[in-house]
């Protein structure tokens, strides 16, 4: 990567004005030496709106064209999973950094060729998992990594939400050609890549997936048993069909158990360390620090554009892009299968879930 002078000023072009965006806007905002100088969209006058609310200068009809004209420095997509692929390899060809959002591909392969176009161009590829984000997550994080809780034993990963017929009936979403996958591509990943962030490397996965109430091709619930490197063994439960609505993660280890509820994003009060007998004492070693940042986009991409502006690697809350998205692809190949147990050296030689996801779905509706 070309080292950057400390003086610049990141210019960035975002890709897509839908809800996300305005995520991405207020994060850039948000930064001293950052700033958006262009966006584009599929509708022009959704793009123009989104100009006009954030003061962006300019508005251009295709991604081609902005880039073309612009030369940005960083790229914010924003789009739907079926056209990241194309649209981050454009950008890179351009010269541009790459900031992704979640899921960062619809494929495995396609994520493979991103970051190889990364490679070639000497560019950042950041992917959006901002629920690494926050202080809470980077201190039980120290602490496992530490030892300071004992060896993690077990964990469970809930992500319980809720989706009406209203949030499928956008074309693209609940089409294994569009949207990739279903909820656990779309909505699970969140946690499953929090899950991974804490424990590390996964070593097996076996999964369901299933259709419960939603008409849609892909699954609405799904459930797996994923074990990891160091032995955990987490059991996974992602739901579209949950009125209560909750994203949960525990984890229990020799001296401890670590618990985050919350639904979309986390602060110190979410967060909860309850001492197994004997280790009551050990809590005030586990406290969490005074000051408090919660999860949220702004952390994520502040601390990517420092590290561009400063020829940095990419931090740890936006590295290892493929981590969570192996682990959701093995679900899918594991239900393929019909709960056949999945490997990394196995889905790393898949035959068909390396380039897409689309997978058996047991249907249950009545």
């Keep these: 990567m070309t080292d950057r002078p400390m003086t610049q000023t990141l210019r960035v072009a975002l890709v897509g004005t839908g809800a996300v965006a305005n995520l991405h806007a207020r994060a850039v905002a948000a930064h001293p030496r950052a700033e958006i100088v262009a966006v584009t969209n599929l509708t022009r006058p959704e793009a123009e709106d989104f100009a006009d609310r954030y003061g962006v200068p300019a508005v251009y009809d295709d991604l081609a064209e902005l880039l073309t004209a612009e030369h940005p420095d ?40 991103m970051r190889a176009a990364a490679a070639a161009a000497g560019r950042q590829l950041a992917v959006v998992f901002q ?7 980077a201190h039980v994080r120290r602490l496992l990594q530490s030892g300071a809780l004992g060896h993690p034993l077990l964990a469970v990963c809930q992500t319980l939400w809720f989706r009406g017929e209203d949030y499928f009936a956008v074309p693209w979403r609940g089409k294994w050609a569009t949207e990739g996958g279903g909820t656990t591509l779309g909505h699970g990943i969140h946690q499953l890549d ?17 259709r419960l109430d939603r008409e849609t091709e892909t699954e609405d619930v799904s459930t797996a048993t994923v074990t990891f490197a160091n032995g955990v063994v987490a059991q996974v439960v992602t739901s579209a069909v949950s009125p209560r609505e909750s994203s949960s993660i525990r984890i229990d280890t020799q001296k401890a158990t670590v618990t985050v509820d919350h639904l979309y994003g986390h602060g110190h009060e979410n967060w909860r360390i309850t001492p197994a007998p004997g280790f009551e004492t050990d809590a005030a070693d586990w406290a969490f620090p005074e000051g408090e940042e919660r999860s949220d986009h702004a952390p994520l991409l502040r601390d990517v554009f420092d590290a561009l502006l400063e020829g940095g690697p990419l931090p740890d809350t936006a ?25 990394p050296d196995l889905l790393a030689e898949h035959p068909t879930h390396r380039r897409s996801f689309a997978s058996p779905v047991t249907d249950l509706r009545s």
Excluded: N
């Design 74 to 113: 960083v790229v914010l997509v924003c789009t739907p999973p079926g056209v990241h692929r194309d649209q981050t390899v454009q950008a890179f060809a351009a010269g541009a950094h790459v900031v992704v959002e979640k899921p960062p591909a619809s494929s495995l392969d396609e994520l493979d060729e």
């Design 194 to 210: 929090l899950l991974a962030y804490l424990l590390g490397d996964w070593a097996s996965v076996h999964g369901r997936l299933w």
């Design 131 to 137: 629920q690494r984000t926050g202080t809470a997550a």
């Design 319 to 343: 590295s290892d892009p493929a981590r969570s998205f192996e682990i959701v692809a093995a679900i899918y190949a594991s239900a393929a299968a019909d709960g056949a147990v999945v490997t």
